[in-house]
C-alpha cells in the first residue's frame, strides 16, 4: 500500500485541488483494505478484481476513496449510493467479508480541538484528519453485503431491448411487468422529463 503522502497527491491530482473531503476519503479507504488485508487493489492484478467498493456522498470523499481502492463505476467496482453520508463499504469478493466505515461527525470539534491556531476550517481540518487515531476520525462495522452476479466486476450479461423505446438495457436492470420488457424510464422511474 502506498503511504497518506502518495495517495493525497494522486487524488489531488485526480479530483483537482486537495480539501479535508480528500483526506478523509483517502483515510477511509486506506482502513478499508487495510482491514480487509487487501494491499494494492490498483496494482496487483490478482487484488483489481477482488474488491467492489459503495460509496454514500458524491462529493469529494468519493474521487479520493476511487484513487486509493482503484475501483471505478466504468469498471463496475464502485457502486453509488446516494445516501448523503461520508462513508463506503469495502467488499471483498473473494472471501465475502465486508467492512463499512463512516466519518465520525465528532470528528470536526476534534479538528478545531487540536488546531485552533488555524482559522480556516478547511485547512484546519485537513491537518487534523492527518493526525486523528482511526478510531476517533471512524466509526467501523462488519457487514454483510449480498451481491448478485451482475453486480461484479467483468459480468457479461443478457442485453435487452426495452419494448417502448427500443433502447438496451444491461446488467438485469430491465423492469418485467405483464409480460413485457421496459427499460426503467418507460416503466415511470424516470430523472428527466422529455421536452
Known amino acids: 500500500m502506498n503511504s497518506l503522502d502518495e495517495y493525497l497527491r494522486d487524488a489531488e491530482q485526480a479530483h483537482g485541488h486537495l480539501c479535508a473531503g480528500q483526506v478523509l476519503g483517502v483515510r477511509l479507504a486506506m482502513l478499508g483494505l487495510a482491514k480487509l488485508g487487501i494491499d494494492d487493489p490498483r496494482g496487483n492484478k490478482e487484488d483489481r478484481k477482488r474488491l467492489v467498493t459503495f460509496v454514500e456522498i458524491d462529493r469529494c470523499a468519493t474521487d479520493a476513496v476511487a484513487v486509493v481502492t482503484g475501483c471505478r463505476l466504468g469498471k463496475r467496482a464502485l457502486k453509488f449510493r446516494d445516501w448523503g453520508k461520508v462513508a463506503a463499504t469495502f467488499v471483498d469478493v473473494n472471501t465475502g467479508?465486508?467492512?463499512?466505515?463512516?466519518?465520525?461527525?465528532?470528528?470536526?470539534a476534534l479538528a478545531r480541538q487540536m488546531h485552533p491556531e488555524i482559522p480556516?476550517?478547511?485547512?484546519?481540518?485537513?491537518?487534523?484528519?492527518?493526525?486523528?487515531?482511526?478510531?476517533?476520525?471512524?466509526?467501523?462495522?462488519?457487514?454483510?453485503?449480498?451481491?448478485?452476479?451482475?453486480?461484479?466486476p467483468g459480468y457479461k450479461g443478457e442485453r435487452v431491448i426495452c419494448e417502448v423505446c427500443g433502447e438496451g438495457i444491461n446488467f438485469r436492470r430491465e423492469v418485467r411487468r405483464d409480460g413485457k420488457v421496459f427499460c426503467r424510464s418507460c416503466a415511470g422511474d424516470q430523472y428527466y422529463q422529455p421536452l
Open 120 to 152: 480556516d476550517k478547511n485547512q484546519q481540518q485537513m491537518l487534523a484528519y492527518r493526525e486523528i487515531a482511526d478510531d476517533d476520525l471512524f466509526s467501523t462495522q462488519w457487514v454483510k453485503v449480498d451481491l448478485a452476479p451482475e453486480e461484479f
Open 97 to 108: 467479508k465486508a467492512i463499512r466505515i463512516a466519518a465520525k461527525e465528532s470528528s470536526k
